[in-house]
């Protein structure tokens, strides 16, 4: 599990490479990770908007950028968290992912952006 905090906002991410949905030959690696978003701040804040780098060691970056996390832009008070779970692929054995949030505090209606950390795309049998 990956962990960093921004701001009082802690992000956990955790990876499941997808055998059944990945097709090797094509090469296609399919991944399910699990993204914990804890607020360890004081004030309520909103999850606006999400900025993803998808990098594979075939020298492809994709961007996905967006309002939310599947659909919603959820509120997180103080001491709660919000979990999801989203996918994502990439077209080598080895990749990664990282990013960031962009959050709203409730309190005194700032605007700041939280690092999503670097995570590793590997399926089990390349980690070796």
Known sequence: MQTLTTRGIKISVETFYQEE?????KPEFVYAYRITIENKTK????????????????????????AGVLGKQPV?????????????????TIG???GTYTMKNLSDHSIFKVVIPVFQLIPPFQDN
């Open 21 to 25: 949905h990945s097709r090797p030959g």
């Open 76 to 92: 997180i008070e103080p001491d709660e968290m919000h979990q999801y779970i989203s996918w994502s692929s990439v077209h080598s």
């Open 43 to 66: 004030s309520p804040v909103r999850l606006l908007r999400r900025h993803w780098y998808i990098w594979d060691t075939r020298s492809n970056t994709r961007e996905v950028e967006g």
């Open 96 to 98: 990664k992912m990282y």
